[in-house]
């Protein structure tokens, strides 16, 4: 994700009304949030906002919580919500390793969409299917576990078959050309870039019971 510097990013975020500031406060109290005991689904690393936008207009019985590390990455998804009011979207600010501080067992669904593919063998664990990441995963799924990765990258597409397997997820469904699936998608701004070049997206479903 190419950074631009946004000056006051800190105060845009911390303006908004998408935005939870202390997350941490709420672990466990989603459902007083969004005020309905409808299913929690997180995008991990949703950058400029398209997907998670997108996913909560089209499915307003579901909640979705935005996460992006970076406050200037996030200022691009609040410029997109200026004037709308998504009352099932919030965002959050942080790193992912933190999830388990911030949820529990309130998530049944976790998106990894176009995540950093870390190719490097010495940085592996920062990949959000490492087996560092899937152990704080299990903290804040509510039942059953359910990851939904979409990524160009074959490489991070393997180890990520290989982690989630090795984990105990059974991996449902699998393309290795999204385009030609039929199956509903929101496009990510990474995904519909990579689209209009024709490269072909991997797409996994992946479960634990
Ligand atoms: C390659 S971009 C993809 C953005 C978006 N999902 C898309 O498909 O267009 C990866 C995004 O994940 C964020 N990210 C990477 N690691 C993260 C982590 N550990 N916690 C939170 N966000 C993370 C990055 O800041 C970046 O915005």
Known sequence: MRLRN???????????DYVIKEPQELKGKYKEVFKNDNPLHIEIGMGKGNFIIDMALKHPEINFIGI???????CRALEKLEGKEISNLKLICMDASLLGEVFDKEVDTIYLNFSDPWPKKR?????????????IYDQIFKDECLIIQKTDNVG????SIVSLSTYGYVIEDISLDLANKEIENSLTEYEAKFMSQGTKINYLKARKK
Not at 156 to 159: A, N, P, T, V
Request: proline content about 6%; overall charge positive.
């Open 6 to 16: 946004v000056p006051n990013a800190r105060e845009i975020v911390n303006n908004s």
């Open 68 to 74: 992006e590390r970076y406050e200037s990455v996030m």
């Open 123 to 135: 940085h592996a664990k920062r990949r959000l299917t490492s087996n560092v990441f899937l152990p």
């Open 156 to 159: 991070l597409f393997e180890s």
